[in-house]
T-cell receptor
């Protein structure tokens, strides 16, 4: 059964303190792994799609990496405006383009 | 701006009533998804349409229904509303130029009183 687990559930960092969020997944065949950012009361905002192990993508202070079993979202020198819930989701090759979602990591960056 | 447009943004209605939420997908996207998110909860997949046809069904109640029209916009109909139906309802779209990336609208806040 397809499964996505995100850790930690919540993470509090000081401004400038770099860290990583984890997304572990189990699928029969990975079509893609997606990272989204969600602010309270807003729709998830697309960040990255990763397709194969070894792939990396960067956007400002965020960098996403992918292995055969997990993905990391690295946050370098975060700012308070990076505070949000970060969601990970996977598409299985056989899933009809459905997304299997993790529960998210709530990130709080203190000034 | 994701390019997915949802209306209305906010809606307050009474128990037992019926409402319709509307979604316009990104230009060129053929597939539309509907999700429900209750307060501090995760995204719950409701239903997916592809080019007018139902493609997948998730945890959608029998009181809820949806359709996708020839111009590819979609509507989610919620009837016999209960207090527990209060939530954010998101529409998302993919396909076309989006590839397999799913883009979300800003949601429709539904409050049932």
């Amino acid at each position: 059964e397809d499964q996505v687990t995100q850790s930690p559930e919540a993470l509090r960092l000081q401004e400038g303190e770099s860290s990583s969020l984890n997304c572990s997944y189990t699928v029969s065949g990975l079509r893609g792994l997606f990272w989204y950012r969600q602010d309270p009361g807003k729709g998830p905002e697309f960040l990255f799609t990763l397709y194969s192990a070894g792939e990396e993508k960067e956007k400002e202070r965020l960098k996403a990496t992918l292995t055969k079993k997990e993905s990391f979202l690295h946050i370098t020198a975060p700012k308070p405006e990076d505070s949000a819930t970060y969601l990970c989701a996977v598409q299985d090759m056989d899933s009809n383009y459905q997304l299997i979602w993790g529960a998210g990591t709530k990130l709080i960056i203190k000034p | 701006d994701s390019g997915v447009t949802q209306t209305p943004k906010h809606l307050i209605t009474a128990t037992g009533q019926r409402v319709t939420l509307r979604c316009s997908p990104r230009s060129g996207d053929l597939s539309v998804y509907w999700y429900q998110q209750s307060l501090d909860q995760g995204l719950q997949f409701l239903i997916q349409y592809y080019n007018g046809e139902e493609r997948a069904k998730g945890n959608i109640l029998e009181r809820f229904s949806a359709q996708q029209f020839p111009d590819l916009h979609s509507e989610l109909n919620l009837s016999s509303l209960e207090l527990g139906d209060s939530a954010l309802y998101f529409c998302a779209s993919t396909g076309g130029t989006s590839g397999n990336t799913i883009y979300f609208g800003e949601g429709s806040w539904l409050t049932v009183v």
